[in-house]
C-alpha cells in the first residue's frame, strides 16, 4: 500500500507571521515555503507576505522555464541543439516536442536518437554537407527614398533568440578586429551592411537594390560561444571591380570566394 503524502499545513497568526507544519510539527519556514507551493493544486491564498509573494513569482517563472525547456531522456539540453535539428530535418513542428528523446523517424517508425551523441553527430555531420543549418539572414534595400536604405530584417533580432540567451558573441570585423558584446557586434553588423549596400549603389545609382547577407555563424557548444567571421579577405579586390566583371548582371553573389569570411551577399537589382 503506497505511503500516503503528508500535507503542509500554512497558518498565518495576528502578527502577520507565517508558519509552516507537517504532521502536527511546525517546520522552518525556508523548508516549509518549498513544499506548500509544491503541494498547491490551486491559486494561492490572497494573505501572502511579500517573502511568499516573491518566491511564487519565482517559482512559476521557473515552471514556466522547465515547460519550454528541450530535454533528452528527462535531461535539459541547450535549445539551440533543438532549433538546428529542426533544421537539418527542414521541420520545424519538430520543435513543438520538447524531449528530443521522443522524436521519431517518419521512415522507419524508431527514435531518432538513442543517445545524446547522436544528437551531435547529426548536427556534425550536418554542417558539413552543408552550412545552411547554420545560417541566418538579414535584408537590406535601397528604395530610392529620403533615408535610402530601410532594414527590412535586422540582424540583431538574431541575437534576441531564447536559443542564444546564454551564449557569449564574438564578431571578427571586416578589418580583422575582434568585437564583443552584443550592442557593439549589432552596431558593427549594421555598418558593415550599410557600407556594401553603399558601395553597390555607387556602382549602379540609377537602380533599386536588394541585398540579403547570409551570415553562417560558428558554434562552440561546450564553451557556449558563437562566433562571426566577416573579415575581408580580398581587400583590394572592391565590391566595383566584382561589378565591373559582370556589368550586365541584374543579381550578383559575393561571398567567400571573392570577398567576406562566413557571408554570403546575394544582390538584386532592378531599374
Do not use: C, H
Not at 73 to 97: C, D, H, M, W
Not at 121 to 144: C, H, L, M, P
Not at 221 to 227: E, K
Not at 245 to 262: A, C, E, G, M, W
Amino acid at each position: 500500500m503506497a505511503k500516503r503524502k503528508i500535507q503542509i499545513k500554512r497558518v498565518l497568526a495576528k502578527s502577520g507571521q507565517v508558519y509552516y507544519y507537517k504532521g502536527g510539527k511546525r517546520i522552518s519556514v525556508s523548508k516549509g515555503q518549498k513544499a506548500y507551493f509544491k503541494q498547491l493544486k490551486q491559486a494561492p491564498p490572497r494573505d501572502l507576505n511579500n517573502q511568499e509573494q516573491l518566491y511564487f513569482k519565482r517559482s512559476q517563472a521557473a515552471k514556466k522555464a522547465r515547460a519550454n525547456t528541450y530535454t533528452f531522456g528527462g535531461k535539459p539540453i541547450q535549445r539551440i541543439y533543438a532549433v538546428l535539428l529542426s533544421r537539418v530535418f527542414n521541420n520545424e513542428q519538430l520543435l513543438e516536442t520538447k524531449d528530443l528523446s521522443t522524436w521519431i523517424n517518419p521512415g522507419t517508425g524508431a527514435p531518432l536518437f538513442n543517445r545524446f551523441s547522436d544528437i551531435l553527430r547529426t548536427i556534425d555531420r550536418a554542417g558539413q554537407r552543408s552550412k545552411d543549418i547554420f545560417k541566418n539572414v538579414s535584408t537590406r534595400g535601397n528604395f530610392k527614398n529620403e533615408a535610402k536604405q530601410t532594414s527590412l530584417i535586422d540582424v540583431a533580432e538574431t541575437f534576441k533568440r531564447p536559443e542564444y540567451r546564454k551564449y557569449k558573441f564574438e564578431l571578427i570585423d571586416r578589418d580583422g578586429d575582434l568585437v564583443e558584446g552584443k550592442i557593439d557586434i549589432m552596431d558593427t553588423l549594421r555598418i558593415f551592411e550599410t557600407e556594401v549596400l553603399d558601395e553597390i549603389v555607387s556602382v549602379s545609382p540609377q537602380k533599386v537594390v536588394k541585398a540579403s547577407f547570409n551570415y553562417f555563424l560558428k558554434y562552440d557548444f561546450v564553451r557556449r560561444i558563437i562566433t562571426l567571421d566577416i573579415q575581408d579577405q580580398f581587400p583590394d579586390n572592391t565590391i566595383a571591380d566584382i561589378f565591373a566583371r559582370k556589368p550586365n548582371t541584374d543579381s550578383l553573389k559575393i561571398d567567400k570566394k571573392n570577398k567576406f569570411n562566413d557571408v554570403e551577399i546575394n544582390f538584386i537589382t532592378s531599374p
